[in-house]
């Protein structure tokens, strides 16, 4: 991520931008979705994203919701192995119908990247780690 940071002077705008960093991601990492989450005052939106449903391109979450709060305020990345265990917490994240995801907050940004997989697999520690996070 870091290396795609340094390049986002030559991208145009912020959906652009998140479009790119969600192919990256899905570069790296064996997954059926990626979303790309920016903060827009008191409401964290999808701002571009790859594998999700036309719904879910449009989603916004409160800054008090519990993923924001979980990877953006903590400055980290955070696993979720089962998506059933934490349905109730997931309520309106985009992809939280795949059975893993993975979340990570965007260095130097005021964003995060949502990973979500339907296969298993769970996500581990060494896929946070090939984000660059």
Request: proline share 5%; no cysteine; net charge negative.
């Amino acid at each position: 991520m870091r290396a795609l940071l340094a390049a986002l002077p030559s991208l145009y705008g912020v959906s652009e931008t998140a479009g790119v960093i969600a192919d990256e991601a899905l570069q790296r990492i064996v997954a059926d979705g990626a979303a790309v989450l920016v903060s827009d005052g008191r409401e964290w939106r999808v701002s571009g994203g790859l594998g999700l449903r036309a719904l879910e391109m449009h989603v916004g979450l409160p800054e008090d919701s519990w993923l924001v709060r979980q990877v953006s305020t903590a400055d980290r990345g955070l696993i979720i192995r089962d998506s059933d265990i934490a349905r109730r917490a997931l309520l309106g994240v985009p992809m939280a119908s795949k059975a893993h995801l993975m979340a990570a907050p965007v260095p130097g940004t005021r964003a995060l990247i949502l990973i979500g997989r339907d296969h298993d697999p769970a996500f581990e520690e060494s896929d946070l780690a090939l984000l660059g996070t």
